[in-house]
């Protein structure tokens, strides 16, 4: 199945600051999906980042706060922009995996704004 | 309503029954079910896909798909502690395209 490597793993940032979060997949793949989980919560889904093309944003996330780059098929990249404390998440990316018949998932990003 | 919907739970059972965690959808459409297993400051792990109506089993675990019913279990045997974590269920919304979406989950604790 995929692997994804996602970095970083944690970061404690100061609000009004940005943190990009990258990921790495080791095969090509068409698409590469952005997910926040809020404390207790079920993960949501950010943006759809398709190679070649603009990230495609769920309703209630917007690309200036959450611009995403896709230069290639195996690397995605998230920023998180002038942050406040309601964005300290885990943010996930995600990959459909055909050989694992399902969306494997990146070890996460810890973000915790202060 | 929500497009795809779980109690949260927890759900306890003690170690070596079967745990039952259920799943609802609202879009008649669905084609394709997904558990995964989250425990605690973990990312999600796929446990199984579903796609026709029946049961489908992996060692411990049947899946379990009604179409008609817009329902989808998640059957565990012989549930164990380490089996304790939360569990998603996942689907895409109709179209084709192929984001999916997540229950809130169930959180499963098995007890010794």
């Known amino acids: 199945s995929a692997v994804i490597s996602q970095k970083p793993s944690r970061d404690i940032c100061q609000r009004g600051t940005s943190l990009t979060i990258q990921c790495q997949v080791d095969?090509?793949?068409?698409?590469m999906f952005w997910y926040r989980q809020q404390p207790g919560q079920s993960l949501t889904l950010i943006a759809t980042a398709n190679q070649g093309s603009e990230a495609t944003y769920e309703s209630g996330f917007v690309i200036d706060k959450f611009p995403i780059s896709r230069p290639n098929l195996t690397f995605s990249t998230l920023t998180v922009s002038n942050m406040s404390p309601e964005d300290s998440s885990i943010y996930l990316c995600?990959?459909?995996?055909?050989?694992?018949?399902?969306?494997?998932f990146g070890s996460g990003t810890r973000l915790t704004v202060v | 309503q929500k497009e795809v919907e779980q109690n949260s739970g927890p759900l306890s059972v003690p170690e070596g029954a079967i745990a039952s965690l259920n799943c609802t959808y609202s879009d008649r459409v669905s084609q394709s079910f997904f558990w995964y297993r989250q425990y605690s400051g973990k990312s999600p792990e796929l446990i199984m896909s579903?796609?026709?109506?029946g049961d489908k089993e992996d060692g411990r675990f049947t899946a379990q798909l009604n179409k008609a019913s817009q329902y989808v279990s998640l059957l565990i045997r012989d549930s164990q502690p380490s089996d304790s974590a939360t569990y998603l269920c996942a689907a895409p919304p109709s179209g084709g395209y192929q984001k999916v979406t997540f229950g809130t989950g169930t959180k499963l604790q098995v007890i010794p």
């Open positions: 579903i796609y026709s109506n």
């Open positions: 995600s990959v459909r995996d055909r050989v694992a018949d399902g969306y494997t």
């Open positions: 095969s090509q793949v068409t698409m």
